[in-house]
């Protein structure tokens, strides 16, 4: 499910910024849903572009889940031309549900930078 509330972030940004709004996307998340008869998605007016393909061309992807039961995971991936996103699960990092925020932005930004795009 797409949500249309997003949390920007200018580069360059501290640990402590990026924890902070890791922790407001995931108190925001699920708010507002998008509105599916929409013709334009979400990723494409956060970053004001037309076509999924275009918005994401030079984008990686990590993904960050919180599981009552598993805790959180955030999740690397590598961008394939004609396959997209692929999900690198032997890179997961694992945290608990009560981890800091801190600990939760470096394990973004290290997948920030496990993240791969082939062919772009």
């Known amino acids: 499910m797409e949500t249309d509330v997003a949390q920007k972030l200018a580069t360059p940004y501290s640990v402590e910024e990026l924890g902070d709004k890791l922790l407001l996307a ?3 998340c699920y708010v507002r849903e998008h509105d599916v ?5 979400a990723l494409e007016k ?9 918005a994401v061309k030079t984008k990686k992807l990590v993904l960050v889940e919180w599981d009552i039961d598993e805790g959180v995971s955030v999740i690397p991936t590598e961008k394939i031309p ?8 032997s890179m997961v990092k694992k945290l608990p549900l009560d981890c800091t925020k801190s600990s ?3 394990a973004v930004i290290e997948a920030i930078d496990q993240s791969k795009i082939y062919g772009s």
């Not at 008869?37 to 998605?41: N, V």
């Not at 956060?46 to 275009?54: A, D, I, N, P």
């Not at 004609?82 to 699960?89: K, T």
């Open 37 to 41: 008869r929409s013709r334009i998605t």
């Open 82 to 89: 004609g396959r997209g996103y692929i999900h690198q699960m």
């Open 26 to 28: 995931f108190d925001n």
């Open 46 to 54: 956060v970053l004001g572009t037309r076509g999924y393909s275009k």
């Open 104 to 106: 939760l932005a470096e």
